[in-house]
């Protein structure tokens, strides 16, 4: 990346060479996606971990799954890295993890990234938050911080 901003080829609002709707197909392309039912069905198993990595005010605003260990998106590579001070053994204690945001992109890109990082027991909710609550399935409410 040039320090010098009057070399730069691109203006800004001009497209990029790869939109993030490009992103997210190709991680959804080589990423297990799983619908609400089967995540339904799965949040008491104690083989699967329920992972929402949605930003915590929409936990607060919204709920979430029951049940669910919250980590949000810009902390979860750090969390799941053995190597990194932020490391959560949570989210390493042998379960596989299912994903989840609002609508299924961000939880796409975390999940293809779990996976470039060795995690080979990861997979995320059809639709996300949006298509749970659109189900009428279970939601939990958190309580606002106070």
């Given at each position: 990346m040039s320090t010098d901003a009057t070399s730069s080829k691109r203006t800004p609002g001009?497209?990029?060479?790869?939109?993030?709707?490009?992103?997210?197909?190709?991680?959804?392309?080589?990423?297990?996606?799983?619908?609400?039912?089967?995540?339904?069905?799965?949040?008491?198993?104690?083989?699967?971990?329920?992972?929402?990595?949605?930003?915590?005010?929409?936990?607060?605003?919204d709920g979430t799954l029951p049940g669910a260990y919250r980590a949000p998106r810009g902390m979860l590579e750090f969390w799941v890295d053995p190597e990194s001070p932020y490391y959560k053994p949570a989210l390493?204690?042998?379960?596989?993890?299912?994903?989840?945001?609002?609508?299924?992109?961000?939880?796409?890109?975390?999940?293809?990234?779990?996976?470039?990082?060795?995690?080979?027991?990861?997979?995320?909710?059809?639709?996300?938050?949006g298509a749970w609550k659109d189900k009428g399935l279970p939601i939990e409410p958190l309580a606002p911080r106070r």
């Amino acid at each position: 990346m040039s320090t010098d901003a009057t070399s730069s080829k691109r203006t800004p609002g001009q497209p990029l060479a790869k939109n993030v709707k490009t992103l997210v197909e190709e991680a959804s392309a080589r990423i297990e996606t799983l619908p609400a039912e089967r995540v339904l069905e799965l949040l008491d198993d104690p083989g699967y971990l329920v992972v929402d990595i949605r930003d915590p005010r929409e936990w607060e605003r919204d709920g979430t799954l029951p049940g669910a260990y919250r980590a949000p998106r810009g902390m979860l590579e750090f969390w799941v890295d053995p190597e990194s001070p932020y490391y959560k053994p949570a989210l390493d204690d042998g379960r596989a993890l299912i994903l989840y945001c609002g609508g299924a992109w961000r939880s796409a890109l975390a999940a293809a990234a779990l996976t470039d990082m060795g995690r080979d027991d990861v997979a995320h909710l059809e639709g996300g938050f949006g298509a749970w609550k659109d189900k009428g399935l279970p939601i939990e409410p958190l309580a606002p911080r106070r």
